[in-house]
């Protein structure tokens, strides 16, 4: 039995990890496995496999960063905070009492 059928057997869907997907994807792209093989070996429809393939190509960017250091990045402040001229960061552990707190 293939797994198609056997998750069709026990009526489930199969949930598959972020890096379940990118595993999938790798062995198309580089190890050059047919998509027709794969989909049969991890029971998947072709249309989903092609689905995750151009989500990774479109937000393959985020892997690369957005061209600035994180850390670098000033916190977002709440309303309050961002009002009262406060610039730093330290605050937030000892003034900042909103319930939609400061990050």
Not at 11 to 21: N, V
Not at 57 to 66: C, I, K, P, Q
Request: aromatic share 8%; with cysteine; charged share 35%.
């Amino acid at each position: 039995m293939t797994v198609k059928e056997d998750l069709a057997v026990a009526g489930k869907r199969r949930r598959f990890s972020a890096e379940d997907k990118v595993r999938i994807l790798r062995r198309h792209l580089v190890d050059k496995v047919p998509v027709s093989d794969l989909c049969d070996e991890q029971g998947l429809h072709p249309t989903l496999f092609y689905k995750w393939q151009k989500e990774f190509f479109e937000n393959g960017a985020s892997a690369f960063g957005s061209g600035t250091d994180m850390k670098l990045q000033r916190p977002t402040l709440c309303r309050p905070c961002a009002k009262s001229g406060i610039r730093d960061d330290s605050h937030r552990r000892v003034r900042c009492t909103e319930v939609d707190f400061c990050r």
